[in-house]
């Protein structure tokens, strides 16, 4: 059988990637990249010489089962990866994951870059033990999961857009309690990276006066 690598990219910086990585990158047979353009301007600038497959949300449902069909027929090795970050995490990925291990066919995650990691840890927060949210619903489903995560005892991460950031800083406010200890990590791993800390209402107040930009991590402690 072959072995599908889900290879983690830098978020930001790009001496974030390992040589390992890199290695696996050059080795495989083909590359499964969700966006071509952005993960061809990274293998070139590593002087990867591979060639990129399309693998997206768009078409994840349709491509993994051909495609671990293909790993489990033969002896090829596929390297997957998303625009930023490690596949699967808020990525397209888990969908090829999944195949490849109801086929029985080797799955290898490399570790390396995820933007939550360092967004929770630089935090100030409690970090032994959290809950990943990632996005939550943008409509249908979202109140009724805040509801559910007011009694999250547990420090709380999620994945938000610049666009939304104060619109979900305000829903906070009104599920968690305006003095709930939070922080905001923008731009991680980049030249214009930024944490600001303090309660759910003074992250209000600042990104109310500071349009936020960049992608952006929330980070909410727990219910006392």
Known sequence: MGILYVVPTPVGNLEDMTLRAIRILKEADFVLAEDTRTSGILLKHFDIKNALQSHHKFNEHKTAETLAARLQDGDETIALVSDAGTPGISDPGF???RECVRR???VQCLPGATAFVPALVASGLP???FCFEGFLP???GRATRLQELAGESRTMVFYESPYRLLKTLTQFVGCFGPERQASVSREISKVHEETVRGTLQELVDHFTASEPRGEIVVVVAGKE
Do not use: I, S
Request: aromatic residues 0%; without cysteine.
């Open 95 to 97: 969908l090829l994951v």
């Open 104 to 106: 029985g066919v080797t």
């Open 138 to 140: 943008q409509k249908k």
């Open 127 to 129: 970090d032994d033990r």
